[in-house]
């Protein structure tokens, strides 16, 4: 099968040789932001008009993870219990199988009032529970492409999900979930202008940020040019809502381990990003609405890909 291809990405045609190799990019590092103590000021009265029995502002300690929900937790009590510090629940919730899962482990859980979980994480998203965790490793983005036992799909192909723009945190979840469903060696995003991995993310990822490899660079489009120079070179795919080659024909024949782009919520992908890719695709549509939401895209791309 041939593959037009389209954007930035290498030249015209749908050859496979080995592409031109220039010096690859520097090192691109995930950086931990330094924990900081927010300044607390204590007022000399209360504000005029203020209400002091309304919930205090939600929030997690600097450097604390929230992991929020059951089934969040329970994949985090399968994955990597000695990274929770607190197990949070809340009083008269049974939890009988999760409780059972933590003994097994040697996490002891904590019995708390609904307030406080509120407090923690906001209205809604413990939904009884709650795990205060040391966060997931942020993968240097070098490192997860050069790593070889990565995941693989069913294909034997290596994928990686890079978000552009994506900044709804429960969209990121979304999309992290469907990378680990499918078998995806990683998820990677800007740090600036995007979702950060909030509660609501992990919550919304049913537990995959406990297991899929998470990387964040300054530059994503530096972050895919480096890609494209390696050792062993990833195939750039971005997608497009119009004029990319059909998914579903692309899917036939992929053409080896490919860093899969989706844009953001509103605009797509960024005029950049899209030109450093191999190929454009697009997905077929049998109604009239004009797009899909970014972690619907996702879910579509990953299950034809795989």
């Known amino acids: 099968m041939s593959h037009s291809k389209r ?47 309304a919930p205090r502002r939600p ?54 009032d609904r307030e406080t979980l509120e407090a923690l994480v906001g209205p809604g998203l413990a939904r009884g529970v709650l795990a205060i965790a040391e966060a997931p490793r942020r993968w240097i983005f070098e490192d997860l492409i050069e790593r070889t036992d990565a995941p693989r799909t069913r294909r034997g192909h290596r994928v990686i999900v890079a978000l552009d723009g994506v900044v709804d945190p429960h969209n990121l979840g979304a999309v992290i979930r469907s990378v680990e469903f499918f078998g995806g060696a990683g998820v990677v995003w800007a740090r600036d202008r995007s979702a950060p991995l909030s509660p609501a993310a992990v ?30 070179p990833w195939w750039v795919i971005g997608t497009v809502v ?11 024949d992929p053409p080896g381990d490919m860093i899969l782009v989706l844009g953001s919520e509103q605009s797509g992908m960024r005029r950049l990003t899209r030109e450093r890719c191999d190929f454009l695709v697009t997905i077929d549509r049998g109604g009239a609405l004009g797009s899909l ?7 579509v791309a990953m299950a034809l890909l795989s």
């Open 59 to 112: 929030g997690l300690a600097p450097g604390q993870h929230g992991v929020p929900g059951e089934r969040a937790v329970v994949e985090l009590l399968r994955a990597a219990p000695r990274r929770i510090h607190r197990l949070l629940i809340e009083a008269e919730r049974p939890f009988e199988a999760l409780r059972a899962l933590a003994a097994s482990v040697e996490v002891h859980p904590e019995v708390v």
């Open 203 to 232: 919550r919304s990822s049913a537990g995959a940020t406990e297991r899929v490899r998470l990387s964040q660079v300054t530059n994503l489009g530096r972050a895919l040019e480096h890609a494209k120079q390696a050792e062993t």
């Open 7 to 53: 954007g930035g990405g290498g030249g015209g045609g749908g050859s496979r040789g080995p592409r031109a190799r220039g010096k690859p990019a520097g090192r691109i590092e995930a950086k931990r932001p330094e924990a900081k103590r927010p300044e607390v000021r204590a007022s000399k009265s209360p504000a005029r008009g203020r209400d002091d029995s």
């Open 293 to 299: 939401n970014v972690s619907a895209a996702g879910a």
């Open 242 to 252: 119009d004029d990319g080659q059909a998914l579903h024909e692309f899917a036939l």
